[in-house]
């Protein structure tokens, strides 16, 4: 299939200055919203519960987010999933267990009343409270005192008597999955007219650890497409590489930056593949730059660059099309993450062409002309001293 019957002469080059002005404004913009809003993590990054659930009868995202927040959530996510007739959906609450600072300390005032306490350690990251106590209590008592101060408990543990005296308890809170399925409960006469299909917890020091780890993830791919691509070609063509990919990178993540879609390792996975695919692009037009260079010897590297580009123009068509087409699918089809990964790809096979033509390749004829300069303050230097040494004495 041939996109471009007719060869196009298209001077790209000469609108490489407002190009590169707009890239850089926008490009700032997003790094100050990055370090000012930052993104908004999703549950893979920074920590908390995710819930599937299924409703018996039609219902709507905004009814199951009214029902949560009359149960006492008001900061959790719903998003729907599915068809429109499955009446499902996601449920996204931060937390693990239902024991924070807040609940631990009202916690803390019930146990004591129930008599003379020598110790009490919440642990909140593992959702656990350790007490030991004075005189024996059941766990009825410290399950009834605990719950009443609105925390939920899965488990009461007794450990026995300490040998420097007391009794030690553990006791286990209720995960947030818990805390869902009772407020979402809550008014329903008889049985609950939904199912929990599915629950995720993920910790926050699991979060932060993946969090990094996709970080550097995207990092050491860039740094490896910089090696091959500095073995390949020559020093005037690596950099213009390496600010491609950064550029495309930074651009993708504001979308998730401005949408306030998730950012979790779906995110990291669109950035990583956009990565490949912006390199893909640059080093195809690099190879037809690096042909031309030796057909049209004598010619100005900015003319060689656009005779390049205009020649792999049908080309960057057809791949660039046939990908979006099938994000254009999952635009219409997808929900939640995967939505939201072909808007960010699809974004990125934008920037990804745009940023080959006026990223890359203005900062490879930069280059070129400040090493063709320094050729020529070196010859006028040398043509300068030997002019001296052959002078008369």
Same mark, same amino acid.
């Given at each position: 299939?041939?996109? @471009?019957?007719?060869?196009?002469?298209?001077?790209?080059?000469?609108?490489?200055?407002?190009?590169?002005?707009?890239?850089?404004?926008?490009?700032?913009?997003?790094?100050?919203?990055?370090?000012?809003?930052?993104?908004?993590?999703?549950?893979?990054?920074?920590?908390?519960?995710?819930?599937?659930?299924?409703?018996?009868?039609?219902?709507?995202?905004?009814?199951?987010?009214?029902?949560?927040?009359?149960g006492g959530?008001?900061?959790? &996510?719903v998003?729907?999933?599915?068809?429109?007739g499955e009446?499902?959906f996601?449920?996204?609450l *931060?937390?693990?267990?239902?024991?924070t600072?807040?609940?631990?300390?009202?916690?803390?005032?019930?146990?004591?009343?129930?008599?003379?306490?020598?110790?009490?350690y919440?642990?909140?990251?593992? *959702?656990?409270?350790?007490?030991?106590?004075?005189?024996?209590?059941?766990?009825?008592?410290?399950?009834?005192?605990?719950?009443?101060?609105?925390?939920?408990?899965?488990e009461?543990?007794?450990?026995?008597?300490?040998?420097?005296?007391?009794?030690?308890y553990?006791?286990?809170?209720?995960?947030?999955?818990?805390?869902?399925?009772?407020?979402?409960?809550?008014?329903?006469?008889?049985?609950?007219?939904?199912?929990?299909?599915r629950?995720?917890?993920?910790g926050?020091?699991?979060?932060?650890?993946?969090?990094?780890?996709?970080?550097?993830?995207?990092?050491? &791919?860039?740094?490896?497409i910089?090696i091959?691509?500095?073995?390949?070609?020559?020093?005037?063509?690596?950099?213009?590489?390496?600010?491609?990919?950064?550029?495309?990178?930074?651009?993708?993540?504001?979308?998730?930056?401005?949408s306030r879609?998730?950012?979790?390792?779906?995110?990291?996975?669109?950035? @990583?593949?956009?990565?490949?695919?912006s390199?893909?692009d640059?080093?195809?037009?690099?190879?037809?730059?690096?042909?031309?260079?030796?057909?049209?010897?004598g010619?100005?590297?900015?003319?060689?660059?656009?005779?390049?580009?205009?020649?792999?123009?049908?080309?960057?068509i057809?791949?660039s099309?046939?990908?979006?087409?099938?994000?254009?699918?999952? @635009?219409?089809?997808?929900?939640?993450?995967i939505?939201?990964?072909?808007?960010?790809m @699809?974004?990125?096979?934008?920037?990804?062409?745009? &940023?080959?033509?006026?990223?890359? &390749?203005?900062?490879?004829?930069?280059?070129?002309?400040?090493?063709?300069?320094?050729?020529?303050?070196?010859?006028?230097?040398?043509?300068?001293?030997?002019?001296?040494?052959?002078?008369?004495?």
């Open positions: 299939m041939e996109i @471009l019957k007719n060869k196009t002469n298209i001077d790209f080059i000469s609108k490489r200055k407002p190009a590169i002005f707009i890239s850089t404004v926008l490009n700032l913009i997003i790094l100050v919203g990055i370090a000012v809003w930052g993104f908004n993590l999703g549950v893979d990054f920074a920590g908390g519960t995710v819930v599937e659930v299924k409703f018996t009868k039609d219902t709507s995202a905004a009814d199951v987010r009214k029902r949560a927040e009359a959530l008001p900061d959790v &996510s998003q729907s999933i599915g068809g429109a009446n499902a996601l449920l996204r *931060g937390g693990v267990t239902q024991l600072e807040e609940s631990a300390t009202k916690a803390r005032e019930a146990i004591t009343a129930l008599g003379p306490v020598k110790s009490i919440p642990d909140l990251a593992n *959702g656990i409270i350790n007490l030991r106590s004075e005189q024996a209590l059941s766990a009825e008592q410290l399950e009834k005192a605990v719950e009443g101060s609105g925390t939920g408990v899965e009461v543990r007794s450990l026995g008597q300490a040998q420097a005296g007391g009794f030690d553990q006791i286990v809170a209720s995960g947030m999955a818990d805390r869902i399925r009772a407020a979402l409960t809550q008014g329903v006469q008889g049985e609950p007219d939904f199912e929990m299909r629950t995720e917890y993920v926050p020091q699991v979060g932060k650890q993946l969090r990094n780890r996709g970080i550097m993830a995207l990092v050491y &791919s860039m740094v490896a910089l091959y691509v500095a073995f390949r070609f020559d020093f005037k063509f690596g950099p213009g590489a390496l600010l491609a990919m950064l550029h495309d990178v930074v651009m993708v993540a504001g979308f998730y930056l401005f879609a998730e950012f979790g390792l779906t995110a990291i996975a669109a950035l @990583l593949t956009i990565v490949g695919y390199i893909n640059t080093i195809v037009i690099y190879d037809r730059i690096r042909e031309d260079m030796v057909k049209f010897k010619k100005p590297f900015a003319e060689v660059i656009n005779i390049a580009i205009n020649d792999t123009l049908g080309r960057t057809l791949t099309g046939t990908t979006a087409l099938s994000l254009i699918g999952l @635009l219409f089809f997808g929900v939640g993450e939505r939201d990964f072909a808007w960010a @699809l974004i990125g096979i934008i920037v990804g062409t745009y &940023s080959t033509i006026y990223i890359a &390749s203005p900062l490879t004829i930069w280059l070129d002309e400040r090493a063709a300069a320094r050729e020529a303050r070196e010859r006028n230097k040398g043509g300068g001293l030997k002019q001296q040494a052959n002078a008369p004495g």
